[in-house]
C-alpha cells in the first residue's frame, strides 16, 4: 500500500445517501404522491391502519433514539488524516508508522465525559480525544483523553467511580458537573484518584477550544517490530495552536449563553478551512528504564514525566472536514481500546485491561448488537474477511456456502495471515489473586508534582476550583476529608482551600515515598509555561455605533486579518452603521447575540457620536467590563478610551496589562500591540482588581 494516498470519502461513497434532485419515496422504495395528508375515511373522519406511508414514517420516526453512551456521551467528530514523518520501523511494524507518503484517513471524537448528550460544552470535565485510524491493516483506535492520567487504577473501580461523578442518583442533579457530594465523597475516600483530581481542578479543565488541547494514551503501551523486540510508550498530541483555557467565569456563562461552544468552534474552524493541526508525540523507553522510576508504568495515576523520557513528534494529524451527518458518524462512531494493529500491543495497566473488555461491550446495547463494525463509520477501509455471520442488522451478505474453519468446500478460506497480529511475547508468572500491586501504592507524589510544577496564577485557579466545588457539597465532613487528603499534596493547597472554606488549615504529612528521579518540576505540566503558538483564528469584537471612526475598524481589520484573527463588528441592532466618515460599515451581529464570552478580545474604535452612544447602553458597557474581568486583550483607539473609563477601567496604555489604547502609542503600533496582547491570550493578573465587576 505504500505511496497510496487514502481518502475517506472515497471509501464511504457507496454508503452516502443524497436525496438532491430525487423523488420522494418510501423506505421500500414506492414513490410517495402525498406527503401532507394521512389516509382519511371520509374528509373529516378517523385516520386508517391502512396508512402505511404514514405508519412506515412514524415507525421510524419513533425509533431515531439510541442509548447515549454510558460516559462521553455529548461529543463533537471531525475526519482527517495523519502522516508519519520519518518510518518508525526500529520500534513498530505498525504499517500506519512506516512510510511518509502514505495519508492515514482519521475520524476523532472529542467529548466531555460526565454530562448527557444535551449538556452544555463548557463545563469543568476531563475531555475525550479518541481517534480511530484506517490502516492498511485494520482500524487503530487511541482513545485518549485531555489529561495524562485517570481517576483510578483499576477497572473493578469504574463503575463505582462513574456512579459517584454523575448527577445524584435521586433527583440527577447537577448535571455535568463533579461539584457534588457524590463525587467528592468517592474522590476523597479514593486517594489514587487524587493526582486526576489536581488536572480536573485546574484550568485543563475548561479548554478554550478542542483545537488547543493536549491529547494523551494515558495507558502505557507497547510498540512491537518485526523481530518481536517491544518498546514501552506513552503517546501524546500536542495542538499547533498552542493549550488554553477559559476563565471559569466564563465558562459558566457559556453554558447558558452559547452551550455549543466547543463545538461550534471546531466546526467552524473546519468548515472554514482552518485546518485544526496536532503533532503525535511519543515518549519511547526500555523495561529497564521503567524499572529504575520511582512509580509504576502500569499505574494509569501517573504520568512519565517529559524530563525523564523527552517528547519525540512523530507525525501529525489534520483534521479536514466536517461530518455530513452527525447521528451516522459522529453519534455511530464506535472506539475501542482493543482496536489495536500488528505493531501497537497492550500492557498490563490494570485499568486499560478492563477497557479491552468494556468498550466492545458496550456497543452491542448502544449500537444493538453486534454488527456495528459494519457501520460506515466503523467500517475498516482494507479488507475484512472471518466466519463469524449472522446477528442484528447484518449487512454484508456472504457469499460461499461455508462459514467455518477448517472447510474443504471453499478452500479454506479466508486464511491466516502468518505475518498477521501477535501479541507481544511476555512471560507472566504469579499467583492468582486479587491484590494491588505495592508499587501502586504510593498516591500523592506526581499530584505534588503537578502543583509544583504551576505558576502561581495556575495555582490560584487551582485553589478557587477547589474551593468553588468544595462549597458546592451539602454534607460538610466530605468537605472537611477532601481538605485533609491535600495537605498529603501540599500544605499552602491545602491551607488555602481550608481558608475559603472556612475551616482550620489540616496538620501536614510529607509525601510518603522518596522520588528517584528526583524530578521537583515538570514544565510541560503547566499550560503557562508553554509557548502560546499563533493567534490565527481568535475571534476579536469591534463594539460600535453610529458615527464611528471607519478607518479605525479598516486599519485594525487589515493588520489582524494578515494573522488570521477575525474581527466582528457588534451593534446594538444588525443592519449596516453610518460612519462619522459617511461611509457604511455592515454589522456582524448584535451585542446581545454574541455577548463578550465568545471573543478572544476587544476593540472599541473611535468617533463621538459611537462614543455617547455606547457610553449610554448597558449592555456595552457591561460587554467592555466582563471582557475585562475575563482578563481578555483588550485595545481603544480615540474617544474608545472614554467607553474604557465608563466601565472603570483606567484608559492608558498599559501592555503588561493587556489595554492597549492609542494615548500612548502611534495608531500603527496599536495594532501591532493588539495582536503581541491577542498572543498572550489572557492576562489573568487582572482577575485580582474586584473594582470591575462582570
Ligand atoms: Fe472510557 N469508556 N473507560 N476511558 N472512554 C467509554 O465506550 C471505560 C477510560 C474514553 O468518543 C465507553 O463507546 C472503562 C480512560 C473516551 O466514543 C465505555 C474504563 C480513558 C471515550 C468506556 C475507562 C477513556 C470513552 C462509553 C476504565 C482515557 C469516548 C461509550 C477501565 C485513556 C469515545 C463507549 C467516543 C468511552 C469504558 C476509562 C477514554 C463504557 C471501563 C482511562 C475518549 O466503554
Redesign the pocket.
Known amino acids: 500500500m505504500a505511496g497510496k494516498k487514502l481518502r475517506n470519502l472515497d471509501a464511504l461513497k457507496p454508503f452516502r445517501s443524497d436525496a438532491t434532485g430525487q423523488e420522494l419515496t418510501t423506505n421500500q422504495g414506492v414513490p410517495v404522491a402525498d406527503d401532507q395528508n394521512s389516509l382519511r375515511a371520509g374528509e373529516r373522519g378517523p385516520t386508517l391502519l391502512e396508512d402505511f406511508i404514514m405508519r412506515e414514517k412514524i415507525t421510524h420516526f419513533d425509533h431515531e433514539r439510541i442509548p447515549e453512551?454510558?460516559?462521553?456521551a455529548r461529543?463533537q467528530g471531525a475526519h482527517g488524516f495523519f502522516e508519519v514523518y520519518k518510518p518508525m520501523t526500529k520500534h513498530t511494524r505498525a504499517a500506519f508508522l512506516q512510510d511518509p507518503a502514505v495519508r492515514t484517513p482519521v475520524f476523532v471524537?472529542?467529548?466531555t465525559?460526565g454530562g448527557s448528550r444535551g449538556s452544555a460544552d463548557t463545563v469543568r470535565d476531563v475531555r475525550?480525544?479518541?481517534v480511530k485510524f484506517y490502516t492498511t491493516e485494520g482500524n487503530y483506535d487511541l482513545?485518549?483523553?485531555n489529561m495524562p492520567v485517570?481517576f483510578?487504577q483499576d477497572?473493578i473501580k469504574?463503575p463505582d467511580f462513574v456512579h459517584a461523578v454523575k448527577p445524584e442518583p435521586h433527583n440527577e442533579i447537577p448535571q455535568a458537573s463533579s461539584a457534588h457530594d457524590t463525587f467528592w465523597d468517592f474522590v476523597s475516600l479514593t486517594t489514587e484518584a487524587t493526582h486526576m483530581v489536581m488536572w480536573l481542578m485546574s484550568d485543563r479543565a475548561i479548554p478554550r477550544s478542542l483545537r488547543m488541547m493536549e491529547g494523551?494514551?494515558?495507558?502505557t503501551f507497547r510498540l512491537v517490530n518485526s523481530a518481536g523486540k517491544g518498546t514501552f510508550v506513552k503517546f501524546h498530541w500536542k495542538p499547533l495552536l498552542g493549550v488554553h483555557s477559559l476563565a471559569w467565569d466564563e465558562a459558566q456563562k457559556l453554558a447558558g449563553k452559547d452551550g455549543d461552544f466547543n463545538r461550534r468552534d471546531l466546526w467552524e474552524s473546519i468548515d472554514s478551512g482552518n485546518f485544526p493541526e496536532w503533532e503525535l508525540g511519543v515518549q519511547l523507553f526500555s523495561e529497564e528504564q521503567a524499572d529504575s522510576f520511582d512509580f509504576d508504568v502500569l499505574d494509569?495515576t501517573k504520568l512519565v514525566p517529559e524530563e525523564l523520557i523527552p517528547v519525540q513528534r512523530i507525525g501529525r494529524m489534520v483534521l479536514d472536514r466536517n461530518p455530513d451527518d452527525f447521528f451516522a458518524e459522529t453519534e455511530q462512531?464506535?472506539?475501542?481500546?482493543a482496536h489495536v494493529v500488528p505493531g501497537i500491543d497492550f500492557t498490563n495497566d490494570p485499568?486499560?485491561q478492563?477497557?479491552i473488555?468494556?468498550?466492545l461491550?458496550?456497543?452491542l446495547s448502544?449500537l444493538g448488537g453486534p454488527n456495528f463494525h459494519e457501520l460506515p463509520i466503523n467500517r475498516p477501509q482494507c479488507p475484512f474477511n472471518n466466519n463469524q455471520r449472522d446477528g442484528m442488522h447484518r449487512q454484508s451478505i456472504g457469499v460461499p456456502r461455508v462459514a467455518y474453519e477448517p472447510n474443504s468446500i471453499n478452500d479454506n478460506w479466508p486464511v491466516e495471515v502468518k505475518n498477521g497480529f501477535q501479541s507481544y511475547l511476555e512471560s507472566i508468572a504469579g499467583p492468582k489473586r486479587r491484590v494491588r500491586a505495592e508499587s501502586f501504592k504510593e498516591h500523592f507524589v506526581q499530584a505534588t508534582l503537578f502543583w509544583n510544577s504551576q505558576t502561581d496564577v495556575e495555582k490560584t485557579h487551582i485553589v478557587k476550583a477547589f474551593s468553588f466545588e468544595l462549597s458546592k457539597l451539602e454534607r460538610p465532613q466530605i468537605r472537611e476529608r477532601m481538605v485533609g487528603v491535600l495537605a498529603n499534596v501540599d500544605a499552602t493547597l491545602a491551607a488555602r482551600v481550608a481558608d475559603n472554606l472556612g475551616l482550620k488549615a489540616p496538620r501536614v504529612t510529607t509525601a510518603s515515598s522518596k522520588k528517584k528521579s528526583g524530578i521537583l518540576e515538570s514544565k510541560a505540566l503547566s499550560m503557562l509555561k508553554q509557548e502560546p503558538g499563533p493567534v490565527a483564528t481568535r475571534k476579536v469584537a469591534v463594539l460600535a455605533a453610529d458615527g464611528v471612526d471607519a478607518a479605525a475598524i479598516k486599519a485594525m481589520r487589515t493588520s489582524l486579518s494578515a494573522q488570521g484573527v477575525q474581527l466582528k463588528v457588534l451593534a446594538a441592532k444588525l443592519g449596516t452603521l453610518k460612519a462619522a466618515d459617511g461611509t457604511a460599515v455592515p454589522i456582524d451581529h448584535t451585542i446581545l447575540t454574541m455577548p463578550s464570552v465568545v471573543f478572544d478580545g476587544l476593540f472599541v474604535p473611535g468617533g463621538t457620536k459611537s462614543i455617547a452612544a455606547l457610553s449610554a447602553s448597558a449592555d456595552a458597557i457591561h460587554f467592555v467590563q466582563e471582557s475585562y474581568r475575563h482578563c481578555k486583550p483588550l485595545c481603544a483607539s480615540g474617544e474608545g478610551t472614554q467607553l474604557l473609563e465608563r466601565g472603570g477601567i483606567a484608559s492608558e496604555s498599559d501592555a503588561g496589562n493587556g489595554v492597549i489604547t492609542a494615548s500612548a502609542k502611534g495608531r500603527k503600533s496599536l495594532e501591532a500591540a493588539f495582536l503581541t496582547a491577542l498572543s498572550r491570550h489572557r492576562f489573568w493578573q487582572r482577575e485580582s482588581v474586584d473594582a470591575v465587576p462582570a
Open positions: 453512551r454510558v460516559v462521553h461529543g471524537r472529542f467529548s465525559v475525550g480525544f479518541a482513545v485518549g483523553n485517570f483510578i477497572a469504574f494523551f494514551g494515558v495507558h494509569p462512531v464506535a472506539f475501542c481500546a485499568l486499560l478492563g477497557r473488555f468494556s468498550y461491550d458496550t456497543q448502544r
